[in-house]
């Protein structure tokens, strides 16, 4: 039984193994030639610490009043069934 997985995974590294050496091959190509092209990272100020809070609270008051309009359209009781 063990004989017959082992028999399995040796044929997938075979089958798989140029799969692997041309997906290798594809990214050193691509670090290689696009380099200028890529975005340079930021250098200066992305944000401050005050931002981050007043952001983070306004995003939590969006979610309570979301959930707190949820709660209270489930509190409701079930529109009636169409009759046809």
């Keep these: ?3 017959k997985y082992v028999a399995m995974g040796f044929g997938a590294l075979i089958a798989l193994a ?3 050496a041309l997906a290798q091959e594809q990214v050193a190509q691509a670090t290689t030639t ?3 092209s890529m975005a340079a990272p930021t250098t200066g100020h ?3 610490h005050r931002g981050h809070h007043r952001r983070k609270a306004n995003t939590a008051g969006h979610r309570a009043r979301a959930s707190a309009h949820h709660m209270h359209k489930m509190s ?3 529109a009636a069934a169409p009759k046809s």
């Design 46 to 48: 992305t944000g401050s």
């Design 18 to 20: 140029p799969v692997a």
């Design 1 to 3: 039984m063990i004989n």
């Design 34 to 36: 696009d380099s200028t």
């Design 76 to 78: 409701a009781a079930p």
